[in-house]
């Protein structure tokens, strides 16, 4: 039994139309088949290599949250900002920082002060 059914398709690959012989078809031909199914491949292998970055980010996120105190770096990390600007931050006296030795500590309440103020 042959069936005669012709369908016009777009490629989801190339996005050429052409006429499939299946209503599941969704590429023109196997070379097209083949590259989607490649690069669906590394979409998912992107996907992957980007999950531990989420989990790095989580972490910092809960490390932050549980600390009172922060150093300069641990700051910069926070608010996405550069050493430079946050020095010139704590100069203008916008952050209150307190110096232990040679560490400059900035307390993560008065952080969260400077964003409801
Ligand atoms: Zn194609």
């Known amino acids: 039994m042959s069936s005669n059914i012709r369908i016009e398709k777009v490629c989801q690959h190339c996005g ?3 006429v499939a012989k ?3 078809t969704k590429y023109c031909s196997d070379v ?4 989607a199914y490649k690069a669906r491949k590394k979409r998912e292998k992107i996907q992957s290599v980007n999950k531990p970055d989420k989990q ?3 972490y910092r996120k809960n490390k ?3 600390k009172q105190y922060l150093s300069i ?3 910069c990390q926070l608010l996405g900002a550069s050493r430079m600007t946050l020095y010139r931050q704590i100069k203008k006296g ?3 920082a307190t110096k232990i030795g040679r560490r400059t500590i900035i307390k993560k309440s008065e952080l ?6």
């Open 64 to 66: 932050f949250a549980e």
């Open 112 to 117: 969260d002060k400077i964003f409801t103020s």
């Open 16 to 18: 050429n139309e052409f």
């Open 73 to 75: 770096a641990e700051t």
């Open 94 to 96: 916008a952050i209150p």
């Open 32 to 35: 097209c088949a083949k590259r």
């Open 22 to 24: 299946t209503t599941v």
């Open 56 to 58: 790095k980010a989580d």
